[in-house]
């Protein structure tokens, strides 16, 4: 394991490690665009250039840091005049035909071309040559468009789908600044589920998505950490809304709350830095039609008089079945065995079925079963199948999924769930309860491995807490 020093500070190295990969560790930043942490190196930006200092007073040369091994007690200049001098000209090079677009461009703000421009070159060009043309907009697949005017061919979009994804779905037509990224004429970029990353994988404004375009810019947004509900993985994600300070005025307020968009929240214990097509349309599953009123046999009812009710139900009923919930958190979970669990037989429902023609599993992060908390479900109320008892008087029904036609006839029913449905209306008492970005919580995932995610709205007027209908629930009548 060797030793070497960066800018004449000792660094320890594991063997094997590149200079780059020494250097980010010991916290010295190096610029790059095509190096990835988890993709091979191409070596092809030339950004990330260092200087090494000659052995015996020997001339110093330089060289990619991506790319070039630690070796015992080397000296390396990550930041000298030379390599200052070099890293200019490289931008210089980079920048020859790429458009100065940034004010129209959804990468602003988080474009690492900008951020290395500004640090080592911060020029106009040199060249007097007219900029080389080329296609904009070019449809990659019906989620993503590719500008090449601003592709700098850093191949990382098509490593990915060659290394992580497996699809294969990207390749480089043509050679030199006549070179295009293009999808296989396949078409399996278009079925990649886990095409999106390469949006985020490139380090300019050239992939973009088609759901995010020129919907907002970065600086406007903020990130709230959570976890994507679409699989038994739980994959660790941003979810991204407008700020309050940056709030619209005179526009359509349901922009100022919405999702904007959903990227990864790099989590290695479950899902890496990256995350499936599925997850990124949350913004569409969380914008569903909401139920927003408590109805007693379909009448519209106050959530007191609602609860009231249940609670009546739950005393009067003789035998008690309870079909929880596989997208409850792990808090509401615990709160349902504590406070209602032992009046009810309880079995555990999939909230949720694959979608047809959606990816079932695989070897990277898709699960076939399509709930976030299965397991931690499981593990408090077991995981017999559903089954009635005979005389089943009472079915308590939390969350979507189940099939009320298979009910036991003439049994009275409680229903909790978040969306606009039909069998809302027709349970003898609906309470309309919040979702997941409606408060913070806790999943475990099938590995067991326990993930947060964190409230970014507000529940509407009517609707509950789970937990806190659990709570009243349990109290008396008279309370509730």
């Avoid at 993709?39 to 070039?68: D, P, Q, T």
Wanted: net charge neutral; hydrophobic share 40%.
């Amino acid at each position: 394991m060797p030793d070497f020093f960066i800018n004449g500070q000792p660094v320890h190295a594991e063997k094997g490690q590149t200079v780059m990969q020494a250097a980010l560790a010991a916290g010295f930043y190096i610029p790059y665009f095509c190096w990835h942490p988890h993709l091979s190196v191409a070596g092809n930006c030339r950004v990330c250039v260092v200087e090494v200092e000659g052995e015996s007073g020997g001339e110093n040369w330089s060289e990619i840091a991506c790319n070039m091994p630690v070796s015992e007690g080397m000296r390396v200049l990550t930041d000298s005049e030379g390599v200052r001098r070099l890293r200019k000209q490289t931008l210089q090079f980079i920048l020859l035909n790429h458009p100065v677009d940034c004010g129209i461009c959804d990468k602003a703000g988080e474009c690492m071309l900008q951020d290395h421009h500004y640090a080592y070159n911060g020029e106009p060009s040199v060249s007097t040559v007219p900029k080389v043309k080329a296609t904009k907009y070019f449809p990659l697949s019906s989620r993503i468009v590719l500008d090449n005017e601003r592709c700098i061919v850093c191949s990382r979009c098509i490593r990915f789908t060659r290394e992580i994804s497996k699809s294969h779905g990207l390749g480089i037509q043509n050679r030199g600044d006549h070179s295009l990224v293009r999808a296989a004429e396949s078409g399996v970029f278009e079925t990649d589920a886990y095409s999106d990353n390469v949006v985020d994988l490139c380090p300019v404004g050239a992939l973009l998505a088609k759901n995010f375009l020129h919907r907002a810019r970065v600086w406007y947004l903020q990130a709230t950490p959570s976890v994507c509900p679409g699989c038994a993985r739980g994959c660790t994600v941003k979810l991204w809304q407008r700020r309050r300070e940056w709030k619209l005025n005179h526009l359509d307020p349901r922009q100022n709350t919405e999702i904007a968009r959903v990227t990864p929240l790099a989590n290695p214990a479950v899902n890496g830095p990256w995350m499936c097509n599925k997850g990124r349309d949350l913004a569409q599953f969380f914008g569903r039609a909401r139920a927003g009123q408590p109805m007693l046999e379909g009448r519209p009812a106050a959530l007191g008089e609602a609860l009231a009710a249940a609670r009546r139900l739950i005393d009067d009923a003789g035998r008690r079945v309870a079909l929880v919930s596989s997208w409850g958190s792990n808090e509401e979970l615990a709160a349902f065995k504590a406070r209602l669990a032992g009046r009810f037989t309880c079995f555990v429902k999939r909230d949720s079925l694959p979608a047809p023609g959606e990816p079932l599993q695989d070897d990277l992060l898709i699960r076939a079963d399509k709930n976030p908390n299965t397991a931690a479900a499981q593990q408090l109320f077991g995981t017999a199948p559903i089954a009635f008892p005979d005389g089943t008087d009472l079915v308590l029904v939390w969350g979507e999924g189940a099939d009320f036609a298979a009910l036991p006839r003439g049994a009275k029913v409680i229903f909790l769930n978040a969306w606009l449905a039909p069998e809302n209306g027709h349970a003898d008492v609906f309470v309309p309860i919040s979702v997941q970005t409606e408060r913070a919580g806790r999943y475990t995932n099938f590995a067991g491995h326990v993930s947060r995610f964190e409230r970014c709205s507000v529940a509407a007027p009517g609707v509950a807490h789970a937990e806190d209908v659990f709570a009243r629930l349990a109290a008396t009548a008279e309370v509730a």
